[in-house]
């Protein structure tokens, strides 16, 4: 089992990456939680388990390297149970899981839901924890409180301070002792790095690749390997009580053609909500529009005004350039504005803030 320290410093050698003391800090945390993971967990009646380690919570800007040394830590965790997923996913897992629990008649739905997920790991590594909606507010608090009592190690990465979190949010004084749970079971780390490794590589690169053919296709498939890296899958996202699938999504980049977003029946709330989970939108096969699909591009524009007021980072082919993707048809002018915003958006300097 290679240290996180070992394969850090074999990437740096290899210029896989850049030597960053804000990221070589981290390595300490990462190590203690590693060692106590490594200790045999003592069974029999009379014998006491170890006190888990506290976990990490590592906050941030955007591209600091937060989700890449969290995978270096979780991939290298040979024969210890660990998994690494998405919090928006593993919450959507939740509430399935909990309206399953319920068909059985029980009493307390978490009780069940947290036993199957702590007998199964010893470690969890969230990705982006953040808490947008208040029945994942109202769940967290003692699914958490649960998966602390059986040891479960969390890892987290998420943009905000423990203290932002479901901040302004309904009845968030009920949540507030989930926040004192997190810096009592957890490290809260700053990742401060001055870097933003994610607009670095995005720097002068193109981001709006025309026309739709095999030569763009190509390079769109390489900027997500570049920007997400690893095994990707599906995001589900709440709206409303609905599901929204984005359905490719790893480290924050999320990946969709045209037909998924804009072909179906979403709307403003849907968008916004996408906006909120992801940093980087990689949109496939943008046609030419007009009195044809006036509906998709309907959906289109919404789609780009959520982007664009929330500042998330937009690579995409499309049929043509901006200004010449709605020539005909109710509309046009309007098209005009969302052309703009689009030339904004290749931008060096557009990223989510």
Request: glycine share 6%; aromatic share 8%; hydrophobic share 45%.
């Given at each position: 089992?290679?240290?996180?320290?070992?394969?850090?410093?074999?990437?740096?050698?290899?210029?896989?990456?850049?030597?960053?003391?804000?990221?070589?800090?981290?390595?300490?945390?990462?190590?203690?939680?590693?060692?106590?993971?490594?200790?045999?967990?003592?069974?029999?009646?009379?014998?006491?388990?170890?006190?888990?380690?506290?976990?990490?919570?590592?906050?941030?800007?955007?591209?600091?390297?937060?989700?890449?040394?969290?995978?270096?830590?979780?991939?290298?965790?040979?024969?210890?149970?660990?998994?690494?997923?998405?919090?928006?996913?593993?919450?959507?897992?939740?509430?399935?899981?909990?309206?399953?629990?319920?068909?059985?008649?029980?009493?307390?739905?978490?009780?069940?839901?947290?036993?199957?997920?702590?007998?199964?790991?010893?470690?969890?590594?969230?990705?982006?924890?953040?808490?947008?909606?208040?029945?994942?507010?109202?769940?967290?608090?003692?699914?958490?409180?649960?998966?602390?009592?059986?040891?479960?190690?969390?890892?987290?990465?998420?943009?905000?301070?423990?203290?932002?979190?479901?901040?302004?949010?309904?009845?968030?004084?009920?949540?507030?002792?989930?926040?004192?749970?997190?810096?009592?079971?957890?490290?809260?780390?700053?990742?401060?790095?001055?870097?933003?490794?994610?607009?670095?590589?995005?720097?002068?690169?193109?981001?709006?690749?025309?026309?739709?053919?095999?030569?763009?296709?190509?390079?769109?498939?390489?900027?997500?390997?570049?920007?997400?890296?690893?095994?990707?899958?599906?995001?589900?996202?709440?709206?409303?009580?609905?599901?929204?699938?984005?359905?490719?999504?790893?480290?924050?980049?999320?990946?969709?053609?045209?037909?998924?977003?804009?072909?179906?029946?979403?709307?403003?709330?849907?968008?916004?909500?996408?906006?909120?989970?992801?940093?980087?939108?990689?949109?496939?096969?943008?046609?030419?529009?007009?009195?044809?699909?006036?509906?998709?591009?309907?959906?289109?524009?919404?789609?780009?005004?959520?982007?664009?007021?929330?500042?998330?980072?937009?690579?995409?082919?499309?049929?043509?350039?901006?200004?010449?993707?709605y020539l005909e048809g109710e509309g046009t002018f309007e098209?005009?504005?969302?052309?703009?915003?689009?030339?904004?958006?290749?931008s060096d300097d557009w990223s989510k803030a």
């Amino acid at each position: 089992m290679t240290n996180l320290r070992t394969q850090y410093d074999r990437m740096i050698a290899e210029g896989t990456l850049r030597p960053d003391a804000a990221q070589e800090a981290l390595m300490p945390e990462f190590d203690r939680i590693r060692d106590a993971l490594l200790q045999p967990v003592k069974k029999g009646l009379f014998r006491k388990a170890p006190e888990p380690p506290k976990g990490l919570y590592l906050w941030g800007g955007v591209g600091r390297g937060k989700s890449m040394l969290m995978d270096m830590f979780v991939n290298n965790l040979d024969g210890i149970p660990a998994r690494r997923v998405h919090f928006h996913a593993f919450m959507q897992e939740i509430h399935a899981a909990m309206h399953e629990a319920r068909k059985t008649g029980v009493d307390d739905a978490i009780a069940p839901v947290a036993k199957a997920v702590s007998s199964s790991v010893r470690l969890l590594a969230f990705d982006e924890m953040q808490i947008t909606d208040i029945t994942d507010a109202m769940i967290v608090g003692r699914l958490f409180e649960a998966l602390f009592a059986d040891g479960v190690v969390v890892i987290t990465t998420s943009n905000r301070i423990p203290d932002d979190l479901y901040k302004h949010g309904l009845n968030r004084d009920l949540f507030v002792p989930f926040i004192e749970m997190i810096k009592q079971k957890m490290v809260v780390h700053e990742l401060a790095s001055p870097t933003d490794y994610r607009q670095d590589r995005l720097s002068g690169s193109p981001s709006y690749f025309t026309p739709v053919n095999a030569e763009s296709r190509e390079a769109m498939n390489a900027v997500w390997k570049d920007l997400a890296g690893g095994e990707a899958g599906p995001l589900t996202l709440r709206v409303k009580g609905r599901d929204v699938i984005l359905p490719m999504f790893r480290n924050g980049v999320g990946r969709a053609r045209f037909h998924a977003l804009c072909g179906q029946p979403l709307g403003a709330a849907d968008y916004l909500a996408i906006a909120e989970a992801v940093k980087v939108l990689m949109l496939d096969d943008i046609p030419s529009l007009g009195r044809t699909n006036f509906n998709e591009a309907k959906r289109f524009v919404t789609l780009i005004d959520a982007l664009y007021e929330a500042q998330v980072q937009l690579i995409c082919s499309a049929a043509a350039e901006p200004e010449m993707l709605y020539l005909e048809g109710e509309g046009t002018f309007e098209f005009e504005r969302t052309a703009s915003r689009l030339r904004e958006m290749q931008s060096d300097d557009w990223s989510k803030a």
